[in-house]
């Protein structure tokens, strides 16, 4: 019986202790340089965003390719990152159901003659 708790227990560990990945850490960059700031520096709102959409091109979207060169499963990795999407880029809202907020949707009427 104490078998099978580890069977399960193997199986349901995170995928970083699975498969030995590390948590995405992101640098904060100065705008529109490659120069890293201090712990003590704050940044806007939208530069906060920006810095976040740059990381999720130049260092999120590595590590997913670095993941599945490694041989770790594709689905593992997508997950990995669609998790660091959900927690650093995601509208969410306690008001919604699963937290998010529904994008709008919009209807595109096209006349073709």
């Not at 202790?17 to 850490?25: K, S």
């Not at 091109?57 to 997950?79: D, F, W």
């Not at 998790?83 to 995601?90: C, P, Q």
Request: net charge positive; hydrophobic share 40%; glycine share 2%.
């Amino acid at each position: 019986m104490i078998y099978k708790y580890l069977f399960f227990l193997a199986f349901l560990a995170p995928y970083n202790v699975a498969y030995n990945l590390e948590q995405i850490e992101c640098p904060r960059w100065l705008p529109n340089t490659e120069e890293i700031l201090p712990e003590d520096v704050s940044l806007s709102p939208e530069l906060k965003l920006h810095n976040k959409m740059r990381c999720y091109c130049q260092v999120v979207k590595q590590k997913e390719r670095e993941c599945i060169r490694a041989g770790v499963p594709k689905t593992i990795c997508l997950r990995r990152t669609q998790d660091w999407v959900i927690a650093n880029i995601s509208l969410l809202n306690k008001n919604f159901h699963g937290g998010m907020i529904p994008l709008p949707k919009r209807n595109l009427i096209l006349n073709v003659e």
